[in-house]
């Protein structure tokens, strides 16, 4: 089935630091999101790109559809301790189709020290 | 408006119990998904209804999952009976079809333990 590799794993990095991320898959996809999850807490949308090489910013977050349509990333500027959390790449195959091809990556776990 | 809501948002009970978790959707929204999550596997899909009706339920693990949308405004995931692999949270989300939208809002989550 259809899968999404995302990296890296989990990322240590000092306040100030900027984060990079992405996910990459080996099917085509319309639409990408990047969700984030907070300790207890469920995922939410940071940022929805659903055009090839489309790039996006949401404060200090930019999110890019790659031109191939098999890849996205994420890059988050100048980094919090509140930007703690679990960063979820998701992808869907069926633009204004089936709602259940949404196909999420593992996660990417992100942790900063002050 | 008040979001996704789910209950239980902890659970803990003893294999062979059935569990009930809901889900109340946000007002409007025309589908309603059940994921689940677990350290190994991720978020998984379980089942999703639009307009009350099941769509697909290929993710459910097996015929002790059972999922119910009797109304626009509620829904339900039974589990029945339950085993320990079951652990796990359970998040239910919501969304609006339109053009250029379809993004999932989530609860906040049910934690299911089953010992």
Redesign the interface.
């Known amino acids: 089935g259809q899968q999404l590799n995302q990296s890296p794993q989990s990322m240590f990095i000092q306040e100030g630091e900027d984060v990079s991320m992405n996910c990459t898959s080996s099917s085509i996809f319309n639409?990408w999101?990047w969700?984030k999850q907070d300790p207890?807490?469920?995922?939410?949308?940071l940022i929805?790109l659903?055009k090839a090489g489309e790039l996006t910013s949401n404060g200090r977050l930019t999110a890019q559809f790659g031109i191939t349509r098999k890849d996205s990333f994420l890059n988050i500027s100048a980094s919090i301790p509140s930007d703690v959390g679990i960063y979820?790449c998701a992808g869907?195959t069926n633009y204004?189709g089936?709602?259940?091809n949404?196909i999420?990556?593992?996660?990417t776990k992100l942790s900063v020290k002050p | 408006d008040a979001g996704?809501i789910q209950s239980p948002r902890h659970e803990v009970t003893e294999m062979g119990q059935e569990v009930t978790l809901r889900c109340k959707p946000i007002s409007g929204h025309d589908?309603l998904?059940w994921y689940r999550q677990t350290m190994m596997r991720?978020?998984e899909?379980l089942i999703?209804f639009?307009n009350n009706v099941p769509?697909?339920d290929s993710g459910m693990p097996e015929d002790r999952f059972s999922a119910k949308m009797p109304n626009a405004s509620f829904s339900t995931l039974k589990i029945q009976p339950s085993e320990p692999r079951d652990s796990a949270v359970y998040?239910c989300?919501s969304?609006l079809?339109q053009?250029?939208?379809?993004?999932?809002?989530?609860?906040?989550?049910s934690r299911l333990t089953v010992l």
């Open positions: 639409t999101l969700y207890g807490e469920g995922p939410v949308l929805a659903y979820f869907r204004g089936s709602q259940g949404l999420f990556g593992k996660g | 996704v589908y998904f991720g978020l899909l999703y639009n769509i697909d998040f989300a969304s079809r053009a250029g939208a379809n993004v999932l809002t989530f609860g906040a989550g």
